[in-house]
């Protein structure tokens, strides 16, 4: 059975492109644009909206490209931070996909504001990205659980998750949020075969 190749919005590949211009650089940039077959959006980049014309193959191939160019275990550093700076983007040129806008968070318990934080992502993920998303939690961690990533069109080898870019998103986010850093780490992929992409968040932040 194929993997389903969903449509995502324009910004979602817009911010990602932008993530790793600011982390590679402009000639980084561009060679990640020709290595991974996306090269005619160097005249023509992608617009900064809403509307659903790129696909979840043309976001992973341009994540495959960073991971072929440093390596597995090198993108792993180099793909977590274009997630948090994907975060970042995202927060100042596309607020409506996060929701995040206005939202009162200073007098909220630290774990309140987590849960409202990952609740907000796994709306956006879901309405407004396409990539289907729900929240668990247990006693020592949260999960943030996602159905339908990306990453199953990853061409990859490694016995390892893919989705740094996604991990450091999340991680990011919390950091706005609480001021704290909090250990999100992929438990399950679906470019290993699994039925969901699963990242566990620490109860505990890091010192």
């Not at 274009?82 to 927060?91: A, D, E």
């Not at 247990?138 to 069109?153: E, I, N, R, S």
């Not at 998750?161 to 992929?189: D, F, S």
Request: some cysteine; proline content about 6%; aromatic content about 10%.
């Amino acid at each position: 059975m194929s993997a389903e190749n969903r449509p995502m919005p324009n910004a979602a590949l817009y911010v990602l492109f932008k993530a790793i211009e600011e982390v590679m650089g402009e000639k980084g940039f561009r060679a990640m644009l020709n290595a991974s077959g996306l090269q005619g959006y160097l005249t023509n980049p992608p617009p900064n909206n809403l509307d659903y014309d790129i696909t979840f193959e043309d976001y992973a191939r341009l994540q495959q490209a960073v991971e072929d160019f440093y390596g597995h275990r090198g993108a792993r550093a180099v793909l977590a931070q274009i997630g948090r700076v994907t975060f970042r983007y995202t927060l100042e040129q596309q607020p409506a996909i996060l929701g995040l806008a206005g939202l009162a968070l200073k007098l909220l318990p630290e774990q309140a504001k987590v849960k409202m934080i990952l609740n907000r992502m796994e709306h956006a993920s879901t309405e407004r990205v396409n990539m289907t998303a729900h929240v668990e939690e247990d006693d020592d961690a949260w999960y943030f659980v996602v159905t339908a990533c990306p990453c199953v069109f990853r061409e990859r080898k490694p016995t390892s998750p893919a989705c740094y870019t996604t991990a450091g998103t999340i991680q990011e986010a919390l950091r706005w949020a609480t001021g704290n850093h909090y250990m999100v780490r992929e438990v399950k992929c679906m470019n290993l075969g699994d039925p969901e992409c699963r990242y566990r968040i620490d109860k505990t932040p890091q010192s």
